[in-house]
């Protein structure tokens, strides 16, 4: 079964530092999103991405924040300047579209840790 | 309360048993998502209802919908120890366009061998 795949499985970082954070979704997919889990809390939405234009952003997705997708097949997300704060488990997830709405798949993740 | 908002916190049962899970929310859905999280590992997507669903099958899971009440409840049937996970309901809003999910706390379940 198609997978989304998240690259690096663990990042450290020193604070102030710009990480990238990388997804393979689905290939089929159009539909993309970046969410986060701080350790022991709910997960949160971020950002969600189609067409090539954000499409939703949470209050949580600042400045600092950004997504791309640099080519077919990547969706990355940027935090140009990290805080102690970022450091948390990073999930993408992607969907498709089969004339009704499709559930969201997501990837194993990358946990952020910022020192 | 927030929306999608699980109960218990967290259920410990015997393998075998029927677990239930209960998920409440506050604004008005496109659909309703169950997600099952072993420790360190990303969401699995379970099962879906939509607005106009009441009730859904698939396997093992059964999961209902009540829209008047905003809530909803996840029956796990016949457990098994691979079953032990965190649960989580979410939910997309209706009005169309915005879809990030609303995810609650979860439910912690242990299912005992």
């Known amino acids: 079964e198609p997978e989304v795949t998240q690259t690096p499985s663990h990042q450290v970082t020193q604070m102030g530092q710009e990480v990238i954070l990388r997804c393979v979704p689905i290939?089929?997919?159009?539909?993309f999103y970046w969410y986060r889990q701080i350790l022991g809390q709910k997960v949160e939405f971020l950002v969600s991405?189609?067409?090539?234009?954000?499409?939703?952003k949470s209050e949580i997705f600042d400045d600092q924040f950004s997504v791309e997708r640099p080519d077919g097949s990547n969706f990355t997300l940027k935090i140009r300047s990290t805080k102690l704060e970022d450091s948390a488990m990073y999930f993408c997830?992607?969907?498709?579209?089969?004339?009704?709405?499709?559930?969201?798949?997501f990837g194993d993740g990358t946990r952020l840790s910022i020192l | 309360s927030q929306q999608g908002e699980e109960d218990p916190q967290a259920l410990s049962i015997q393998e075998g048993e029927n677990a239930t899970m209960n998920c409440s929310y506050k604004?008005?859905?496109?659909?309703l998502q169950w997600y099952r999280q072993n420790s360190g590992r990303g969401l699995v997507h379970l099962i879906l209802?939509?607005?106009?669903?009441r009730e859904k099958h698939s396997g093992r899971l059964r999961v209902t919908l009540d829209t008047s009440k905003k809530s909803s409840s996840l029956l796990i049937t016949a457990s098994r120890a691979a079953d032990t996970a965190s649960y989580f309901c979410?939910?997309?809003?209706?009005?169309?366009?915005?879809?990030?999910?609303?995810f609650g706390k979860g439910t912690h379940l242990i299912i005992q061998p």
């Open positions: 997830a992607s969907r498709g579209w089969e004339g009704t709405y499709q559930p969201q798949h």
């Open positions: 290939s089929n997919h159009l539909y």
């Open positions: 991405f189609y067409n090539n234009e954000i499409s939703e």
């Open positions: 604004t008005s859905i496109n659909n």
């Open positions: 209802i939509r607005s106009n669903e």
């Open positions: 979410a939910t997309v809003p209706s009005g169309g366009g915005a879809d990030g999910l609303t």
